[in-house]
């Protein structure tokens, strides 16, 4: 089971900053390559960043130098800073085995979404 927790308001203004934490429970989270997903309104859900269990850290293009994803025991975390407007969408946290995947059909769990609107 992954659950999802997020450490700040739900509101935040542009240039702003937002931590969200995941919490893996039920199984093991070594040997898992760890994510974050989001999903804009009207929009594909889409890769944002990911950590592997060993190894570099991959991000998409449009965070790279704002946020930061890292890991600890059952722990995830996604530090985004610089947050703009167009971050706003609905996050998901996810985990697969093995190296880190890109694709959203290959995580074999996911946490519930948590909402994240950036506005002034």
């Known amino acids: 089971q992954v659950q999802l927790v997020k450490s700040g308001g739900d509101l935040v203004q542009p240039g702003g900053s937002l931590r969200l934490s995941c919490v893996v429970s039920?199984?093991?989270?070594?040997?898992?390559?760890a994510g974050w997903f989001r999903q804009a309104p009207g929009q594909e859900r889409e890769f944002v960043a990911a950590v592997p269990w060993t190894g570099t850290s991959r991000y998409a293009d449009f965070v790279k130098g704002r946020f930061t994803i890292s890991r600890a025991y059952a722990k995830v975390y996604l530090q985004m800073n610089s947050l703009k407007p167009e971050d706003t969408a609905v996050y998901y946290c996810?985990?697969?085995?093995?190296?880190?995947?890109?694709?959203?059909?290959?995580?074999?769990?996911w946490g519930k979404g948590t909402l994240v609107t950036v506005s002034s």
């Open positions: 039920g199984f093991s989270l070594d040997y898992y390559a």
């Open positions: 996810a985990a697969n085995y093995g190296r880190i995947e890109v694709m959203e059909g290959r995580m074999d769990y």
